[in-house]
């Protein structure tokens, strides 16, 4: 059974920093993309960052540029986002999430994605 696992998520201060992490089981995905997506109370999920297959590039939306990092880790099956000077519009719930595609091209689309974690609280406050 495959399964996605979030953790790192929390109550923060306006400009501080979390780091979250997903660690997938159940099979490898050393080969697809993975990437964060978020959803805040009321709006549409959107994406975040997404990292390559062999973590060379990565990708982020506008919001997410020049504040957050998203790295894989050793094994493969593990990413991470570092969330720097975070902000109040930060709040939402974060999803890891696998694409199903070996090799391809860093989505933003979520219906590129098939498999989702249960998603991870973040919470700044001002």
């Known amino acids: 059974q495959v399964q996605l696992v979030e953790s790192g998520g929390g109550l923060v201060q306006a400009g501080g920093s979390l780091r979250l992490s997903c660690v997938a089981s159940?099979?490898?995905?050393?080969?697809?993309?993975m990437g964060w997506f978020r959803q805040a109370p009321g709006k549409e999920r959107e994406f975040v960052a997404g990292i390559s297959w062999s973590g060379g590039s990565t990708y982020y939306s506008e919001s997410a540029k020049g504040r957050f990092t998203i790295s894989r880790g050793n094994p493969k099956n593990t990413v991470f986002l570092q969330m720097n000077s975070l902000k109040t519009e930060d709040t939402a719930v974060y999803y890891c999430a696998a694409d199903r595609r070996m090799l391809g091209p860093i989505a933003t689309l979520g219906s590129e994605y098939e498999y989702w974690g249960q998603g991870t609280q973040v919470t700044v406050s001002s």
């Open positions: 159940g099979r490898t995905f050393s080969k697809n993309v």
